[in-house]
């Protein structure tokens, strides 16, 4: 008797991390934080040393740019290079390369699409928009939208309610650690971003997520993604 082969199919839903995941935002934050070294005198800070921080978020970011500076006097600062970064919004970065490809064969496929991002939702928004993807994000969580964010689960599985599907019929795509815990929390198989930002001392293989790929490229294969249930 032949073994009936199941099709390799795309899930029914895939969220996404934004900064190191889609969107190569490294540049924008730079610009933001040398507005903040310039008015302090310091020179601008080079973009391969911001850059491993970004998917960190804001405070790893401020304290990387100035780590001679009381924890206490950088928290006071957070709102300054929000203020700074909200003015460099989208002018420097830009998606991944392969990103757009990707989500076209999502899209195709039928496949809604989402983002679950700690970066403040009103950021967040203003961004989509810039990139043409405010008719094509089925779903925007920030991470100020909810009562909890990454590596929370709470902000995948709304995320997956508004869209209406199952958390087990559902991905989560990021390029940090909290990612991967929050989709394991959540009952999401988990696609490792690997050409995200990292530290040096960060180690992809120890959060075991479901799959790694290292090229956005890849992900245009239904056969790249985890199963789902």
């Known amino acids: 008797m032949t073994a009936v082969v199941e099709p390799v199919v795309f899930p029914k839903a895939v969220l996404f991390d934004l900064d190191g ?4 935002s490294a540049p924008d934050m730079v610009a933001a934080i040398d507005a903040m070294r310039a008015a302090r005198g310091q020179p601008p800070m080079a973009l391969a040393d911001l850059r491993p921080h970004v998917s960190k978020g804001a405070r790893a970011m401020v ?3 100035f780590p001679q500076v009381d924890a206490d006097e950088r928290e006071r ?3 300054e290079f929000l203020d700074h970064y909200q003015r460099e919004l989208g002018r420097h970065g830009g998606v991944f390369d392969g990103i757009e490809a990707m989500l076209a064969a999502l899209e195709d496929a039928g496949c809604a699409w989402g983002i679950v991002t700690n970066k403040p939702e009103y950021l967040a928004r ?3 928009p810039l990139l043409g993807w405010e008719q094509r994000c089925a779903v925007l969580i920030g991470g100020d939208t909810l009562k909890a964010r990454k590596p ?7 995320a997956a ?10 991905i989560y795509v990021g390029d940090d650690e909290r990612d991967i815990i929050a989709a394991r929390a959540a009952g999401m198989p988990s696609v490792v971003a690997l050409w995200g930002y990292r530290l040096d001392e960060d180690d992809p293989i120890a959060w075991h997520g479901d799959v790694m790929i290292e090229d956005p490229d890849a992900l245009r294969l239904p056969s790249a ?3 789902t249930r």
């Open 21 to 24: 995941t889609l969107l190569d």
């Open 63 to 65: 304290a990387a740019a």
């Open 77 to 79: 600062w957070i709102p």
């Open 126 to 128: 203003q961004l989509v």
């Open 152 to 158: 929370d689960p709470l902000p995948l599985l709304v």
């Open 161 to 170: 309610q508004r869209i209406g599907v199952a958390p087990a019929d559902c």
């Open 225 to 227: 993604w985890p199963r």
